[in-house]
C-alpha cells in the first residue's frame, strides 16, 4: 500500500480509500413543487442525542440540491437489504418511486413503508463541506424495525449475508 496525498490528480485513488468504509444507504425525501423529491445518500450519521440531531450531505452538484438546502422538513429513511432497487432508481430520478407508495404522516412529512428507520427531521444547521453541503437535521419523530440493513462498500451494494449484489 502506497501513501498518497489527495489531489485532482489522485481523486479516484481517495474515492476507492473512502470506498472501504462500508456505510449504510438512505433515502432523504423533501418536497418539491407540490411533490417528493428524493435522493440517495450513504453520508448519514448521528450527531447528538440532547438535542437529538443527525446529519447528511448532499452533494452541491446534485440537480436536487437546491430543494434539500433550502427544505423546511426533510425525512431520512434507512434501507433495509431488500430496498437496494429503489435506491439505485432514486439515485438516478428523485421522482422515480416506482411501485413502492410515499405516505404523507400526519406532520406532514414524507415516509417510504418497508424501511428499517425512519427521521422525521426539521433544519438546524448547514455548513460548507467542499463539494458537499453538511446539514444537520433536528429529529421531531422517529421509528425502526427489526431487519438487515443495504450496505454500501466499495461502490457495490449489499448485505452482511452477501459479498456484494
Known amino acids: ?27 432523504v425525501i423533501a418536497e418539491s413543487d407540490g411533490q417528493p423529491l428524493a435522493i440517495t445518500v450513504n453520508s448519514f450519521a448521528s450527531v447528538s442525542l440532547d438535542p437529538p440531531l443527525v446529519l ?3 452533494a452541491k452538484g446534485s440537480s436536487r440540491f437546491a430543494t434539500f438546502l433550502d427544505a423546511d422538513r426533510y425525512s431520512i429513511h434507512v ?13 438516478r430520478s428523485g421522482s422515480d418511486f416506482g411501485r413502492d407508495r410515499v405516505e404523507r404522516t400526519e406532520h406532514g412529512f414524507y415516509r417510504l413503508p ?14 460548507d463541506g467542499g463539494d458537499h453541503a453538511i446539514l444537520v ?17 466499495g461502490g457495490r451494494y449489499g448485505d452482511f449475508l452477501q459479498h456484494g449484489i
Open 114 to 127: 418497508g424501511c428499517l428507520a425512519w427521521f422525521e427531521c426539521l433544519p438546524h444547521a448547514a455548513h
Open 79 to 91: 434501507l433495509a437489504a431488500d430496498q437496494r432497487d429503489l435506491g439505485l432508481r432514486l439515485a
Open 137 to 153: 437535521g433536528q429529529v421531531q419523530r422517529a421509528a425502526c424495525r427489526p431487519g438487515d440493513p443495504l450496505i454500501f462498500w
Open 1 to 27: 500500500m502506497e501513501p498518497f496525498h489527495p489531489s485532482p490528480e489522485t481523486a479516484r485513488a481517495f474515492r476507492d480509500a473512502l470506498g472501504h468504509y462500508a456505510t449504510g444507504v438512505t433515502v
Open 56 to 58: 447528511w450531505c448532499p
